[in-house]
């Protein structure tokens, strides 16, 4: 007999029930009696004990349904060692209700921030397995993440729609997309929709470059371009800012996100009219692409396959088209960014997109 | 033989090139010798004599095509009737144009902007024959404009999305809608994405209410608000203003859109996490939807059959599923508003959608 | 106190569940006591007495949700006569299930089929209210029925595949579209995806024509055709076969649908490459455009309105853009066709469409 | 300068036009003088000197476009090496054609059968290079094939269509995924769309098993089963055969494939209705999915650095997501299929798919 404790933590996104889905199917079939104890809102449901027992019947019909069926919260790290207004201290509480339910294991589906408190809670003397979710595919030790697939696809699919409007009208369009603090997300939609610019954090732009590029695309008889832009994207001169003087700087800056201050200053360079369209939370919406399904389905299976085994402390990564383990302590904490020579960017360059560097 | 001239004005919309390819497709099929002038980028081509002829090749594969092959610019209605800056009439330059190249008539396809100038020109003497394009069908004498139903459809994927979001954070979700002054869209975007709430410039809300609203769902245990806003709704005190005083507020509006400011209040008089998102001009890009192709070939094939006949000054509308010719006069200038009491809205009413009014 | 009955029968379609949700969302937000008796696989729960109580949560999140969930199955007018295998008297049942569980009234949603049934148990004296769903479009006293849009863009995805496949390798493709003995799904999915050949039932064709057609295109420089046929098209030639005759005739036909034996024929005519493709059942399945949620749920909220007021006897239809009470002895046994003269007909000729008649 | 030819070959597939677009805008921005001579309708253009001088501007708007806008053609191999019908040496004709126009290099799209031809063009002192092209997946030397993943989403949605058709009627439903005699498309579709049994050719089925499966779906509480087939499955008695005794078999085959014999055995022996869906050429038309258009952009541009570096005789692969030359002998004539051991089945049947083995 399993007790294996379930929580899904951090910004939602597509395919986690579809991961779910795949332990719990994994450790039905394998004939061994399981009981899963499914947490609320993320660590917040571990915390305070909140959790609704779940059955088979509970994951049949859900690999197709995004979000997630737990409910998800965020609550940063270092909240996670502070008591809450009750005094509670959280880490405590985790640890106790793990212990008062008898728990084999905690499945937890996470991004980064999730990950650091999974290490701790390890640390901390608790079996934990981790599934890598994010849009942004950030985390380290994994060639991917499941959700980043289908927010590509929306992101292009909004790239798309904006590219008629913008041939139509000869003007330029900015389309913000997601992905925190690294550029995947931005890159892989840009280049699937045709962007002439992709701008991402790990590249800080120039905007003069920005304004050749786009002036020589109308020498070439182009009336219109396209920017993908992430977020997270900076110029040249912030990114020599210490992070405090940046945070500084943002406070007092106009618009809700770097994307209009781009626009602003192409508008005020060129004359030409600069429009932004900002998708948001929209990327980490809905029903999950075919890529994620099947790659959830297998992170799942794998880590159904590891409890079973009783092997624990790891992250179900992918890495050269297999299935990996990989130790929480080697996640937690880092960042897998785009690296500015990656082959992928050097081929988006000779196709003559421009990164404004 | 006809010699027809043929423009796209105003904001570009889906199913543009379906439209003219059913124009051309029906004049081709006539076996009478046809020439076509593709004037660019709206009335500005008629303007300036910028043009192309086309053929029946340029309209081939274009059914399914975003955007509009001529390109299009919106130019406000009363500047038509001032010079331009070199002190060239436009008016004059555009009836030149069209007795230079002696042509039969002008197909005009557009939204009300368009059809003011449309009808100015009818005035004038020119014959004109015109096709409702608006993604907010908001055109007088019409039930339906092609794009509308495209534009729908995207603006539901888009609360699709957030829906899954928003129920796995227990969060409030303002989608912002297009729809320009008129509620069309945003009351059948909100309908088919299953909004709980639906603000449409033609029923002011009150905030009081849509609070109400937010709390009743609360209470019956739904942890999550999804929000259609029209990006023109308007609250019943600022309703009473005059149009003077509106724009004067306006202006010292700290937010980009009504939105963000209905978000800023509700998260004051609830304490609860409002996030919005505007998916903008993705609604009005992307390969039109198939009910919008059918339609737009429907219009564009009895716009070819008025052409053939020599029945000029119409608007082709669509009336109770049937096909009908709107004289021009009876259409400019007049806007097509949702009715508070129509049965739609008090069909949704009845499934419990609130207004805020 | 309210206490409905509801059931979904016939082949299963799109927003069934969107409309049911309307009915129930309705008659909860009235304020009356209702209790919803789900009917399970159409008549037969009613006749079996195998239903489940339903409340509002089970409507909750089912607006986007494909199929029934109450499930479906299809039993012929005539059997619905005659005793079960067991000798039970199907209509005796479904009356003494009505009235053991004192019902005020059954809520049926079906087809052709269905609303001969839903008219005998109204004349046995049973309160019925029902809803025209079909992806035929095919039933008597309504416009639109719902299902229909979504099938149309389903069959139309599946033309726009085919089309670039058909472009690259300059064939003939017919793709097979649903419909049953009526033309309006082929017409309107034939239309929006382009098609160049359009075949159904109430146009018989002339494999002559259709070889012409192809023929011409290629003197004109297309080297592919693209044929939408309806799965009920017809000869002329067996279209003046008796019913029986023709029966017999299919009995000894080689091909599993009439789309393989025209491949056949123009293939043997003209030494073209000729491939068929049948969607098949995928046009009846997947998540309701907004089209058919808007629609569905619009119906489905009127139904709610006169079971509250107490108003029997009628299927809740849409004619000229308003929702109508439609006797449901006018609607029972007629079938609602295309016309080979309506205006939607003559417009796709007037486009180039042939008919092969 | 560099002369290039190009030329897509074999059965058409998602995200062609991305790759050509992705060669020639690397080529463009190089600053090198280029010519592009694209033969039409694959290697038939090569032979009769069919081609057309293509610019920048022909290559501008394909990147979501599917198809091919070089047209292609099947030639199995073997013909390749028989003279045609006028007595031409079909391989001299192509060198003759090469030499003719003074090309540095031939770029050539395409499969199996394709790369056979190119190698053999290569052996005979051409210069070519190739572009791994297939919706099956199945070219040797490279873990990914462009169009492979678009067919995915395809077949998958599909799956999704019919899944609620089927849960509603409490069917079983066999898709027919494409593939040609590799089981990726199949296995990848089918647990994308959560698929309770999968059969491949990679792993001959047992019609028993098959049967065992469904009874324990029913069984366990499941009313329907949804059953992935791939074109090529083929029983574990049949796979027992010689090529020529199986080939003889299926010549006696009373249905259009293999799918319409399992369901029928399927329903000999359990009695209950099952039905097939063969969504077809589907599979391969349309727009290319974003993952296809980003991958097929990257091999474009290596494929373009390669040219201008004069390195030739390779097919540009993927592996271990890293863009890599794989000399053409070493792909010729190879077929890569799903081992029945690789991780992915057993992560399949670790979430309970049956593969009827």
Request: aromatic share 8%.
């Amino acid at each position: 007999m399993k007790r294996i404790g379930m929580l899904t933590s951090g910004g939602d996104c597509q395919a986690l029930n579809a991961a779910m889905r795949g332990v719990v199917k994994c450790l039905s079939c394998s004939g061994e009696a399981v009981e899963i104890y499914g947490f609320l809102e993320g660590y917040k449901g571990l915390i305070y004990g909140d959790f609704r027992m779940l059955t088979g019947a509970d994951f049949s019909g859900i690999l197709t349904k995004g979000g997630t069926i737990l409910g998800s919260s965020r609550t940063p790290f270092k909240l996670m060692r502070e008591p809450d207004e009750n005094g509670l201290d959280k880490v405590e509480a985790m640890k106790q209700n793990y212990y008062k339910l008898k728990l084999d294991c905690l499945v937890i589906l996470g991004g980064n921030g999730t990950h650091k408190t999974a290490n701790m809670l390890r640390e901390e003397g608790l079996n934990v397995v981790t599934l890598p979710k994010t849009i942004d595919n950030d985390l380290w030790g994994t060639d991917m993440t499941f959700g980043f697939q289908s927010a590509v696809d929306i992101a292009t699919d909004c790239i798309d729609c904006i590219h008629t409007t913008a041939a139509s009208h000869g003007r330029i369009f900015i389309v913000e997309v997601m992905g925190h603090k690294v550029g995947w997300l931005t890159l892989n939609a840009g280049m699937a929709g045709g962007a002439d610019i992709i701008l991402i954090p790990e590249i800080p732009y120039d905007i003069d470059k920005i304004v050749e590029a786009i002036e020589g695309r109308a020498k070439r008889g182009s009336k219109f371009t396209i920017m993908a832009v992430a977020e997270g994207a900076i110029s040249k001169a912030d990114a020599k800012l210490s992070k405090k003087e940046y945070k500084e700087k943002m406070k007092n800056y106009q618009y809700p996100s770097v994307s209009y201050e781009i626009a602003d200053e192409i508008q005020k360079k060129t004359g030409l009219d600069v429009r932004v369209t900002v998708p948001g939370h929209t990327q980490r919406g809905g029903s999950p692409c075919p890529y994620d399904r099947v790659f959830a389905t297998r992170l799942g299976a794998e880590a159904g396959k590891m409890i079973l085994n009783g092997e624990y402390g790891f992250m179900v990564g992918y890495k050269n088209r297999e299935i990996v383990k990989v130790p929480l302590e080697e996640v937690a904490g880092k960042l897998k960014m785009v690296s500015p020579d990656a082959t992928i960017v050097q081929e988006a360059k000779l196709t003559g997109i421009s990164f404004g560097d």
